[in-house]
């Protein structure tokens, strides 16, 4: 990361962040348990966490530069390079890998001329390898800010970042419509998602996720009615 010390927001910048801010840490007993949502606000503002967004953040929580740093660095999922207006992250960890994670990787790397943790020239699409996407049942899994496309094929995986390059409405396999990465990182900081509809789009578990639950109720056989998978642990037990 560039070295501090930093230079602040410009005042009209740090006045609304401040505000947010505020909103943010009286959600909490203690002002430093904040510092998560506050590193996705400043992160919302410039597509990664900065300088300027570590001073912002340390000032609000009366922390030093070096204590945030020490998180910001730690968590994966805040950026120390500036985002694409959408982040691909290919899951590379051993079951998606196995099934093509490392194959897509490597082809979209090629195809958008970009290596990992890197952002294409025109600043529509970064990637990044995932060690897991915690969506083993869907494997391989790629994100894009941080919602599911799943079964992914290298030529899959082509086409949709050339829809999202193309400027095309690029729905997920599940969850609500993409938003940009900024956008992203504002809901990830705890403020409302404000788009008609799409919380309501987000849906629930897909039946790959749901099938442990499904056994665990006493799924029946198919084409053998009341003979069960498993059986419930409560059948043949004296309440």
């Not at 396999?173 to 403020?191: D, M």
Request: with cysteine; hydrophobic share 35%; proline share 7%.
């Amino acid at each position: 990361m560039p070295a501090l010390p930093a230079k602040p927001y410009p005042p009209e910048v740090e006045a609304r962040l401040a505000a947010d801010a505020r909103e943010l840490i009286s959600r909490y007993p203690q002002s430093r348990s904040a510092l998560l949502p506050l590193l996705h606000l400043v992160q919302a503002e410039d597509g990664c966490v900065t300088p300027t967004g570590i001073r912002f953040c340390a000032e609000q929580l009366d922390l030093t530069t070096a204590e945030v740093t020490a998180v910001a660095t730690f968590y994966t999922m805040y950026r120390r390079r500036p985002a694409g207006e959408y982040h691909v992250g290919v899951c590379t960890n051993t079951l998606c890998a196995v099934l093509g994670g490392d194959q897509i990787f490597d082809e979209l790397s090629e195809h958008l001329g970009i290596a990992n943790n890197r952002t294409t020239e025109d600043g529509s699409v970064s990637i990044e390898r995932i060690e897991c996407n915690a969506a083993c049942d869907y494997a391989p899994v790629v994100m894009v800010n941080w919602e599911f496309f799943d079964n992914q094929t290298p030529q899959s995986a082509k086409q949709l970042v050339d829809q999202l390059r193309a400027g095309q409405e690029v729905h997920p396999t599940r969850g609500a419509k993409l938003c940009s990465f900024k956008e992203t990182s504002r809901i990830l900081a705890g403020f409302a998602d404000g788009r008609p509809g799409a919380v309501d789009e987000s849906g629930a578990g897909g039946a790959p996720s749901l099938a442990g639950l499904r056994l665990a109720k006493g799924e029946a056989l198919p084409g053998t009615p009341g003979a069960k998978v498993v059986s419930p642990r409560h059948e043949g037990t004296e309440a």
